[in-house]
C-alpha cells in the first residue's frame, strides 16, 4: 500500500532533550515537506527537500533541522526542543518538485509535547 | 502565491449533495486548483484538483468558474465520513519547487 509513514506519532519530551521524527515514503517520491500544524494557524512548511541532498527551509524553520540521505527517508531532528515547539507535525511527499498539479500525500501526524 | 477565501464553516444534512465554495479572485493563467480535505485527527487528504475544466473523481466534482476567480467543490452525497475540514488551494510552477499554502479551510458538519 502507497503510503507516508511517522514515527513517533506522539511523543512527550522535556526542553533541551534532542529528539528525531522519522518519516518515509514507499512511492519513490523526489519531493518530501514537513509542516506543524497549530490552532489558528493552519499548516505551515518547515523544511522541503527535492531530491536527496537537496534541502531548503519553509516558512517556519527555525529550530529545526532536516535531512535526505536516502530517497524515502526524510527525518526532522529538533536539536534544541523549547515549549513552542509543541505542535502537530505532518510529513507529506510528492512526485516531483515542480509540477504544480502533482498531488502531496501527507502521513498521519506526531503530536509532540514540549514541557 | 495567490489567496482563497472559504467560508468558516458549513452545515449539510446526511446524504444531501453538498457546494463548498471559494474564491481566487487573482488566481494566474498557470495556477491549479487544488482540493484537500483533513479528517479529525488525520492529516491531510487530496480531494481533487483542476485548471479549466470541470474534474470529476470518485470522491467529488470540482465546478471551475469560467473566469477561473472561483471554485466549488461538490459531494454528491454527503455521508458521516465526509465531516471535515476542506481546503481550496492554488499552486503554480516557478522558479525552485511548488508548495501548496494552507488557509484555515471550511469546516463541513454533517447532520444524520
Known amino acids: 500500500e502507497a503510503q507516508v509513514t511517522q514515527n513517533p506519532r506522539y511523543l512527550i519530551t522535556v526542553t533541551g532533550k534532542k529528539l528525531t521524527v522519522t518519516c518515509s515514503q514507499n512511492?519513490?517520491?523526489?519531493?518530501m515537506s514537513w509542516y506543524r500544524q497549530d490552532p489558528g494557524l493552519g499548516l505551515r512548511q518547515i523544511y522541503y527537500?527535492?531530491?536527496?541532498?537537496?534541502?531548503d527551509k519553509g516558512d517556519v524553520p527555525e529550530g529545526y533541522k532536516v535531512s535526505r540521505k536516502e530517497k524515502r527517508n526524510f527525518p526532522l531532528i529538533l536539536e534544541s526542543p523549547s515549549p513552542n515547539q509543541t505542535s502537530l507535525y505532518f510529513c507529506?511527499?510528492?512526485?516531483?518538485?515542480?509540477?504544480?498539479?502533482?498531488?502531496?500525500?501527507f502521513g498521519p501526524g506526531t503530536r509532540l509535547l514540549v514541557l | 502565491d495567490a489567496k482563497t477565501t472559504q467560508p468558516n464553516s458549513m452545515e449539510s444534512n446526511e446524504e444531501e449533495p453538498v457546494h463548498l465554495p471559494c474564491n481566487h479572485s487573482t488566481i494566474s493563467g498557470t495556477d491549479y486548483i487544488h482540493w484537500y480535505r483533513q479528517l479529525p485527527s488525520q492529516g491531510p487528504e487530496y480531494v481533487i484538483h483542476g485548471l479549466t475544466s470541470n474534474v470529476n473523481n470518485r470522491m467529488a466534482s470540482l465546478a471551475i468558474a469560467e473566469d477561473r476567480k472561483s471554485s466549488t467543490l461538490i459531494l454528491h452525497r454527503a455521508t458521516l465520513r465526509d465531516a471535515a475540514v476542506y481546503y481550496c488551494i492554488l499552486s503554480s510552477s516557478g522558479a525552485g519547487s511548488y508548495q501548496l499554502t494552507f488557509g484555515k479551510g471550511t469546516k463541513l458538519s454533517v447532520i444524520p
Open positions: 527537500s527535492m531530491n536527496v541532498e537537496v534541502t
Open positions: 507529506a511527499s510528492s512526485l516531483s518538485y515542480n509540477l504544480p498539479q502533482e498531488t502531496q500525500y
Open positions: 512511492m519513490n517520491h523526489e519531493y
